[in-house]
Protein backbone atom coordinates (compact mmCIF):
# COMPACT_ATOMS: atom_id res chain seq x y z
CA UNK A 1 0.00 0.00 0.00
CA UNK A 2 0.96 3.58 -0.88
CA UNK A 3 1.97 5.52 1.60
CA UNK A 4 -0.26 8.77 1.82
CA UNK A 5 1.19 12.12 0.00
CA UNK A 6 0.34 15.37 -0.75
CA UNK A 7 -1.63 15.72 -4.57
CA UNK A 8 1.02 17.55 -7.03
CA UNK A 9 -0.51 19.84 -9.84
CA UNK A 10 0.36 19.64 -13.47
CA UNK A 11 2.15 22.48 -13.11
CA UNK A 12 4.61 21.16 -9.99
CA UNK A 13 4.65 17.78 -12.01
CA UNK A 14 6.31 19.66 -15.11
CA UNK A 15 8.87 21.34 -12.60
CA UNK A 16 9.96 17.95 -11.15
CA UNK A 17 9.98 16.59 -14.49
CA UNK A 18 12.55 19.20 -15.60
CA UNK A 19 10.09 20.81 -18.50
CA UNK A 20 10.82 24.25 -18.98
CA UNK A 21 9.00 27.06 -18.46
CA UNK A 22 8.22 29.86 -21.26
CA UNK A 23 6.36 32.75 -21.74
CA UNK A 24 3.78 32.19 -24.63
CA UNK A 25 5.09 32.04 -28.18
CA UNK A 26 2.10 30.87 -30.07
CA UNK A 27 -0.33 32.74 -31.85
CA UNK A 28 -3.20 30.57 -33.04
CA UNK A 29 -5.58 31.32 -35.72
CA UNK A 30 -9.44 31.07 -35.59
CA UNK A 31 -10.66 30.98 -38.88
CA UNK A 32 -14.26 31.13 -38.53
CA UNK A 33 -14.85 29.23 -35.58
CA UNK A 34 -18.78 29.54 -33.62
CA UNK A 35 -17.60 31.61 -30.35
CA UNK A 36 -18.32 29.19 -27.79
CA UNK A 37 -15.31 27.10 -29.08
CA UNK A 38 -12.98 29.86 -29.21
CA UNK A 39 -14.22 30.38 -25.87
CA UNK A 40 -13.56 27.31 -24.55
CA UNK A 41 -10.39 27.23 -25.98
CA UNK A 42 -9.16 30.63 -24.25
CA UNK A 43 -10.42 28.89 -20.80
CA UNK A 44 -7.84 26.04 -21.71
CA UNK A 45 -4.92 27.52 -23.70
CA UNK A 46 -4.84 31.27 -23.25
CA UNK A 47 -1.71 30.68 -20.67
CA UNK A 48 0.34 29.79 -24.03
CA UNK A 49 -1.59 32.38 -26.35
CA UNK A 50 0.96 35.26 -27.37
CA UNK A 51 -2.07 36.69 -29.52
CA UNK A 52 -5.14 35.45 -30.98
CA UNK A 53 -5.60 35.58 -34.39
CA UNK A 54 -9.15 36.19 -36.66
CA UNK A 55 -7.86 35.05 -39.70
CA UNK A 56 -9.59 35.70 -43.35
CA UNK A 57 -12.49 37.42 -43.46
CA UNK A 58 -14.66 35.46 -41.96
CA UNK A 59 -15.41 37.26 -38.68
CA UNK A 60 -16.52 40.30 -40.94
CA UNK A 61 -19.22 38.83 -42.51
CA UNK A 62 -20.44 36.69 -39.51
CA UNK A 63 -22.81 37.65 -36.83
CA UNK A 64 -21.14 40.97 -35.61
CA UNK A 65 -22.62 40.09 -31.84
CA UNK A 66 -20.58 36.57 -32.28
CA UNK A 67 -17.61 38.07 -33.33
CA UNK A 68 -17.46 40.62 -30.58
CA UNK A 69 -17.74 37.81 -28.03
CA UNK A 70 -14.54 36.49 -29.45
CA UNK A 71 -12.56 39.89 -29.29
CA UNK A 72 -14.30 40.61 -25.55
CA UNK A 73 -13.47 37.01 -24.64
CA UNK A 74 -9.71 37.39 -25.67
CA UNK A 75 -10.07 40.42 -23.68
CA UNK A 76 -11.20 38.64 -20.67
CA UNK A 77 -8.54 36.19 -20.64
CA UNK A 78 -5.15 38.63 -20.70
CA UNK A 79 -4.58 37.56 -24.87
CA UNK A 80 -4.42 40.49 -27.61
CA UNK A 81 -5.86 39.83 -30.70
CA UNK A 82 -5.61 40.79 -34.54
CA UNK A 83 -6.61 40.49 -37.59
CA UNK A 84 -5.84 38.98 -40.69
CA UNK A 85 -4.53 40.61 -43.52
CA UNK A 86 -6.56 39.62 -46.27
CA UNK A 87 -9.29 42.16 -45.69
CA UNK A 88 -6.83 45.09 -44.54
CA UNK A 89 -5.41 44.20 -48.28
CA UNK A 90 -9.14 44.79 -49.62
CA UNK A 91 -9.93 47.81 -47.67
CA UNK A 92 -6.86 49.62 -48.92
CA UNK A 93 -7.32 48.36 -52.70
CA UNK A 94 -10.95 49.96 -52.21
CA UNK A 95 -9.75 53.01 -50.64
CA UNK A 96 -11.55 52.31 -47.17
CA UNK A 97 -8.55 51.97 -44.89
CA UNK A 98 -9.35 54.73 -42.96
CA UNK A 99 -13.33 52.71 -42.14
CA UNK A 100 -11.77 49.67 -42.19
CA UNK A 101 -9.47 50.59 -39.33
CA UNK A 102 -12.30 52.36 -37.05
CA UNK A 103 -14.58 48.80 -38.03
CA UNK A 104 -11.28 46.73 -36.26
CA UNK A 105 -10.96 49.43 -33.41
CA UNK A 106 -15.09 49.33 -32.63
CA UNK A 107 -15.02 45.80 -32.13
CA UNK A 108 -12.52 45.77 -29.88
CA UNK A 109 -9.36 44.22 -31.57
CA UNK A 110 -5.54 45.28 -30.20
CA UNK A 111 -3.49 44.55 -33.82
CA UNK A 112 -4.32 44.73 -37.21
CA UNK A 113 -2.23 42.97 -39.82
CA UNK A 114 -0.78 44.65 -42.60
CA UNK A 115 -0.44 42.60 -45.89
CA UNK A 116 0.51 42.94 -48.90
CA UNK A 117 0.07 38.82 -50.16
CA UNK A 118 -2.15 39.71 -53.29
CA UNK A 119 -2.28 43.31 -54.21
CA UNK A 120 0.46 45.87 -54.49
CA UNK A 121 -0.70 48.60 -52.28
CA UNK A 122 1.81 51.55 -51.98
CA UNK A 123 1.97 51.92 -48.63
CA UNK A 124 4.07 54.24 -46.61
CA UNK A 125 4.68 52.73 -42.78
CA UNK A 126 4.84 55.70 -41.00
CA UNK A 127 1.38 56.86 -42.60
CA UNK A 128 0.13 53.37 -41.84
CA UNK A 129 1.64 53.28 -38.14
CA UNK A 130 -0.05 56.77 -37.54
CA UNK A 131 -3.68 55.24 -38.60
CA UNK A 132 -3.50 52.97 -36.48
CA UNK A 133 -2.06 54.24 -33.71
CA UNK A 134 -4.72 57.35 -33.85
CA UNK A 135 -7.70 54.45 -33.28
CA UNK A 136 -5.42 52.62 -30.09
CA UNK A 137 -4.69 49.54 -32.24
CA UNK A 138 -1.63 48.20 -32.76
CA UNK A 139 0.48 46.88 -36.05
CA UNK A 140 1.64 43.87 -37.55
CA UNK A 141 3.44 43.71 -40.56
CA UNK A 142 2.98 40.64 -43.01
CA UNK A 143 6.29 39.49 -45.42
CA UNK A 144 6.31 37.37 -48.57
CA UNK A 145 3.34 37.02 -51.41
CA UNK A 146 1.09 34.18 -51.42
CA UNK A 147 1.43 33.53 -55.26
CA UNK A 148 4.84 34.51 -55.76
CA UNK A 149 6.30 30.94 -54.44
CA UNK A 150 9.57 30.26 -52.23
CA UNK A 151 11.83 32.98 -51.04
CA UNK A 152 14.74 33.43 -53.53
CA UNK A 153 17.89 34.92 -51.43
CA UNK A 154 17.12 38.19 -53.26
CA UNK A 155 13.57 38.19 -52.04
CA UNK A 156 15.02 37.52 -48.58
CA UNK A 157 17.20 40.35 -48.85
CA UNK A 158 14.83 42.55 -49.99
CA UNK A 159 12.35 41.53 -47.22
CA UNK A 160 14.86 42.25 -44.75
CA UNK A 161 15.15 45.78 -45.63
CA UNK A 162 11.28 46.00 -46.04
CA UNK A 163 10.84 44.64 -42.58
CA UNK A 164 13.80 47.20 -41.64
CA UNK A 165 11.64 50.21 -42.35
CA UNK A 166 8.36 49.00 -40.72
CA UNK A 167 10.24 47.91 -37.65
CA UNK A 168 11.56 51.75 -37.54
CA UNK A 169 8.11 52.87 -38.29
CA UNK A 170 6.89 51.12 -34.60
CA UNK A 171 4.96 47.63 -35.62
CA UNK A 172 4.58 44.69 -33.20
CA UNK A 173 5.62 41.64 -35.13
CA UNK A 174 6.60 40.79 -38.79
CA UNK A 175 5.06 37.78 -39.65
CA UNK A 176 6.60 35.28 -42.46
CA UNK A 177 4.04 34.07 -45.15
CA UNK A 178 3.46 30.53 -45.50
CA UNK A 179 -0.35 30.21 -46.60
CA UNK A 180 -2.36 27.22 -45.75
CA UNK A 181 -0.36 24.98 -47.34
CA UNK A 182 3.17 26.13 -46.48
CA UNK A 183 4.21 24.56 -49.28
CA UNK A 184 5.99 26.34 -52.41
CA UNK A 185 5.62 29.45 -50.33
CA UNK A 186 7.68 31.73 -48.22
CA UNK A 187 10.24 29.80 -46.63
CA UNK A 188 9.04 26.81 -47.76
CA UNK A 189 9.83 24.95 -51.05
CA UNK A 190 7.38 22.70 -53.48
CA UNK A 191 7.93 19.56 -51.32
CA UNK A 192 7.43 21.81 -47.52
CA UNK A 193 10.93 21.75 -46.73
CA UNK A 194 11.98 24.05 -44.58
CA UNK A 195 14.41 26.86 -46.46
CA UNK A 196 16.84 27.22 -43.48
CA UNK A 197 19.41 29.67 -44.76
CA UNK A 198 16.67 32.20 -45.30
CA UNK A 199 14.93 31.14 -41.80
CA UNK A 200 17.82 32.18 -40.23
CA UNK A 201 18.50 35.45 -42.27
CA UNK A 202 15.44 36.75 -40.62
CA UNK A 203 16.26 35.71 -37.35
CA UNK A 204 19.63 37.19 -37.34
CA UNK A 205 18.37 40.15 -38.54
CA UNK A 206 15.10 40.82 -36.19
CA UNK A 207 15.66 38.12 -33.31
CA UNK A 208 12.82 36.11 -32.31
CA UNK A 209 11.03 38.75 -30.64
CA UNK A 210 10.08 40.30 -33.79
CA UNK A 211 9.17 37.76 -35.66
CA UNK A 212 6.29 35.33 -36.11
CA UNK A 213 6.76 32.23 -38.86
CA UNK A 214 3.35 31.03 -39.90
CA UNK A 215 3.20 27.75 -39.56
CA UNK A 216 -0.11 26.17 -40.75
CA UNK A 217 0.92 22.74 -40.66
CA UNK A 218 2.10 19.74 -38.82
CA UNK A 219 5.34 19.68 -40.88
CA UNK A 220 5.61 23.60 -40.90
CA UNK A 221 5.51 23.48 -36.72
CA UNK A 222 7.71 20.35 -36.23
CA UNK A 223 10.56 21.96 -38.92
CA UNK A 224 10.79 25.59 -37.09
CA UNK A 225 10.53 23.85 -33.17
CA UNK A 226 13.21 21.48 -34.61
CA UNK A 227 15.57 23.97 -36.35
CA UNK A 228 15.50 27.32 -33.65
CA UNK A 229 14.54 25.46 -30.49
CA UNK A 230 11.39 26.54 -28.31
CA UNK A 231 11.99 30.21 -28.60
CA UNK A 232 10.88 30.36 -31.95
CA UNK A 233 6.99 31.80 -32.33
CA UNK A 234 4.63 30.34 -34.49
CA UNK A 235 1.45 31.91 -35.99
CA UNK A 236 -1.37 30.96 -38.18
CA UNK A 237 -1.87 27.52 -35.46
CA UNK A 238 -5.25 25.93 -35.55
CA UNK A 239 -6.94 26.18 -32.25
CA UNK A 240 -7.03 22.92 -32.26
CA UNK A 241 -3.81 22.32 -32.77
CA UNK A 242 -2.05 24.63 -30.21
CA UNK A 243 -1.97 21.88 -27.74
CA UNK A 244 0.20 19.37 -30.18
CA UNK A 245 2.63 22.44 -30.58
CA UNK A 246 3.13 23.54 -27.20
CA UNK A 247 3.53 19.89 -26.15
CA UNK A 248 6.33 19.44 -29.04
CA UNK A 249 7.81 22.85 -27.79
CA UNK A 250 8.19 21.27 -24.42
CA UNK A 251 9.22 17.97 -25.59
CA UNK A 252 6.41 16.16 -24.17
CA UNK A 253 5.92 14.61 -27.70
CA UNK A 254 7.28 11.30 -28.79
CA UNK A 255 8.46 13.36 -31.87
CA UNK A 256 10.16 15.62 -29.83
CA UNK A 257 11.56 13.98 -26.89
CA UNK A 258 15.01 13.31 -28.28
CA UNK A 259 15.30 16.46 -30.27
CA UNK A 260 19.08 18.23 -28.94
CA UNK A 261 17.00 21.96 -29.35
CA UNK A 262 14.02 21.06 -27.24
CA UNK A 263 15.25 18.63 -24.69
CA UNK A 264 14.45 19.54 -21.45
CA UNK A 265 16.25 19.31 -17.86
CA UNK A 266 16.67 15.61 -15.78
CA UNK A 267 13.94 15.24 -13.50
CA UNK A 268 14.05 17.21 -9.85
CA UNK A 269 14.14 14.87 -7.01
CA UNK A 270 12.50 15.99 -4.06
CA UNK A 271 15.48 15.43 -0.72
CA UNK A 272 14.79 12.67 0.95
Known amino acids: MLDSVDPVGTAEYLARLGVRRMPPRTCPLDPGYDPESVLGHLRQSSHLMTSLKLSTAAWLIANE ?45 TRVECARGFTEPQLAPEEVVRMTRERGLGLDV ?49 KGSLGVAAA ?31 EVQLSNVRLEELLRVEIYRRALHADAFAKPSLRFADAVQDSP
Open 200 to 230: ERFVEEFGFDALLFEAPNKPSQFALLDHFGP
Open 65 to 109: DSTRRKFSAARDHGVPTVTGGTPFEVAVHQGMLPEYLDVCASLGA
Open 142 to 190: ELGGKHSGAFTPETVDALVEEGRRWRAAGVHFLVIEARESAQNVGLFDV
